[in-house]
């Protein structure tokens, strides 16, 4: 993974000034110890790397000073901006969470942008909280490390998992799935299974997924009225908060053309820390559902961690 040198770490006391180069800084779980922003919320520690600061000093024609975009750690060795919210840094047992890139600007309450009338940390500098705590000096140096989404597929068929015909529900669902992720530049990682209408074997499954911390967790199969029919009747009781809204939007948006796709009963949730979709068991109802579910699917995960990204 790419390391990051930090090339200063900074404090300011209060809002809307630069902060002051210092020896090191003490990082706990509010942030930065003696820093303005230090508080129980998402932004307790900036991030700007170097990268973006020359290129501001050749619009500006000047030189900029380590902390005066307000940035408690400058750096160098990556354009932070491309990281994503939940991937991480890390130096030794020190642990940072990306929260945010870039940042509504002050405008004429920040001290740089009152003088040269711009400021890069809206647009590049990056916002992370404080996992795991501990003391950052200039000359140390960070490890990154991309967030990899880990999906559980499950597919569930008598007749697909005796080998009678081939499942090409699940593989569409990776397939789907794989292609966003990659649209937004995501690392992504799959679990996929098969199983036959065992009510047993698909709550050993979420079980599973649950321990192990997934961020996805995707039935396919058994979402109807029939006498095997049972996936929604399993997850259910396993969920902590139920998403209906997803699922009632797409049997009213293909219901009203045919009035059968009303008889799914699919439903969305929170599992721990997993978001979990029951879709129908056909390729057609796959990429309807999947159409609708991968709109809003970044946005729910950064809102089951506690991030807004609106």
Not at 74 to 79: A, P
Not at 105 to 121: D, L, P, Q
Not at 149 to 175: F, H, Q, W
Not at 253 to 267: N, Q
Request: net charge negative; hydrophobic share 35%.
């Amino acid at each position: 993974m790419p390391e990051i040198q930090i090339n200063s770490v900074n404090v300011s006391v209060e809002k809307g000034t630069i902060k002051i180069p210092v020896e090191q800084i003490e990082l706990t779980h509010n942030g930065v110890s003696g820093d303005a922003h230090a508080g129980h919320w998402n932004r307790q520690v900036s991030l700007l790397g170097t990268e973006s600061i020359e290129k501001f000093e050749t619009a500006a024609g000047r030189k900029v000073t380590p902390g005066e975009f307000a940035e408690n750690l400058t750096t160098f060795g990556m354009e932070l901006w491309t990281a994503h919210p939940l991937d991480r840094f890390t130096a030794g047992d020190i642990e940072l969470e990306v929260t945010q890139i870039g940042k509504e600007c002050h405008g004429t309450s920040c001290a740089i942008f009152k003088e040269v009338g711009n400021c890069v940390m809206p647009k590049e500098g990056i916002f992370c909280r404080v996992l795991s705590p501990g003391i950052l000096k200039a000359g140390m140096a960070l490890e990154y490390h991309p967030k990899t989404y880990r999906v559980m597929i499950i597919t569930l068929s008598d007749r697909a998992s005796s080998g009678e015909y081939e499942d090409k529900s699940g593989p569409r669902i990776n397939e789907l799935l794989s292609a966003h992720f990659a649209s937004c530049n995501l690392q992504s990682a799959f679990s996929n299974y098969l199983i036959p209408d065992d009510p047993h074997k698909l709550e050993d499954l979420l079980h599973k997924a649950k321990e192990e911390l997934f961020d996805l967790v995707i039935t396919t199969g058994g979402t109807g009225i029939g006498p095997r029919d049972f996936t929604p009747d399993v997850v259910k009781p396993l969920l902590d908060k139920e998403i209906p809204g997803i699922m009632e939007a797409i049997r009213m948006k293909y219901g009203t053309e045919k009035p059968a796709a009303l008889l799914s009963r699919s439903i969305a949730g929170v599992m721990g820390k997993s978001l979990l979709f029951t879709l129908p068991g056909s390729v057609k109802a796959v990429n309807e559902y999947m159409g609708e579910i991968t709109r809003s699917l970044t946005h729910m995960i950064y809102m089951l961690h506690g991030l807004d990204s609106h």
